[in-house]
């Protein structure tokens, strides 16, 4: 059964760095999203990206925030410089019926 | 905006018992999706259900149906037969259709499930 998956599992960095996380969504798939989620509470909408541009984006998603697919199978968000408040649970999914997560990527900041 | 709303924080259920998780939402829209998302604690999102609003049958997935209110806006999940393993949490979510690619999921803050052997 196709799957999206995401990489890493596990991301720990200090403040201000940069991080990317890692997706590979279902390859016929051609709807592709970031969500959020701060533990302990609800799972929020980052960015919907579309025909190789973003089609929308949620007030979390400011200049730090980026997301690309550079080779056509994987799509990444990029986080330029982290913030304490950055660390979440963060889900890539993919859409063609319904959407399907992967099994995100726990990002701690220090 | 739409906004989707699970007044029950927390749930248990015995093993083998029904328990039904409630979830109402608010739209001006006609025509939508609403889906029930199951995240265990390994915190992966697994899709349970899907209803069409333009469907008056209630979906069924195996021990799991939706009971679906399009004028009370309200999109309850049953869940039959409880198991160990349906213990997690558990999102609603909508979706509408718009054009132009988007097509969001908007969550509600979710419902965790015990189930009590």
């Known amino acids: 059964e196709p799957e999206v998956t995401q990489t890493p599992s596990h991301q720990v960095t200090q403040m201000g760095q940069e991080v990317i996380l890692r997706c590979v969504p279902i390859s016929n798939h051609l709807y592709f999203y970031w969500y959020r989620q701060i533990l302990g509470q609800k799972v929020e909408f980052l960015v919907s990206?579309?025909?190789?541009?973003?089609?929308?984006k949620s007030e979390i998603f400011d200049d730090q925030f980026s997301v690309e697919r550079p080779d056509g199978s994987n799509f990444t968000l990029k986080i330029r410089s982290t913030k304490l408040e950055d660390s979440a649970m963060y889900f890539c999914a993919s859409r063609g019926r319904e959407a399907f997560f992967g099994q995100g990527t726990r990002l701690t900041v220090v | 905006a739409q906004t989707v709303t699970q007044s029950q924080p927390e749930m248990s259920v015995q093993e083998a018992e029904t328990v039904t998780l409630s979830c109402t939402y608010d739209?001006?829209?006609?025509?939508?999706?609403l889906f029930w998302y199951k995240q265990p604690p390994s915190r992966q999102m697994i899709l349970v259900i899907r209803?069409?609003?333009?469907?008056?049958q209630n979906a069924t997935e195996n021990r799991f149906s939706v009971n679906f209110q399009k004028a009370a806006k309200s999109f309850s999940l049953k869940i039959s037969d409880s198991q160990l393993g349906d213990a997690a949490m558990y999102f609603c979510a909508y979706r509408s259709p718009t054009q132009g690619g988007s097509e969001k999921l908007v969550f509600g803050k979710g419902t965790k499930l015990t189930v009590n052997p």
């Open positions: 739209t001006s829209e006609s025509d939508y999706y």
């Open positions: 990206f579309y025909n190789n541009e973003i089609s929308e």
């Open positions: 209803q069409e609003a333009y469907k008056q």
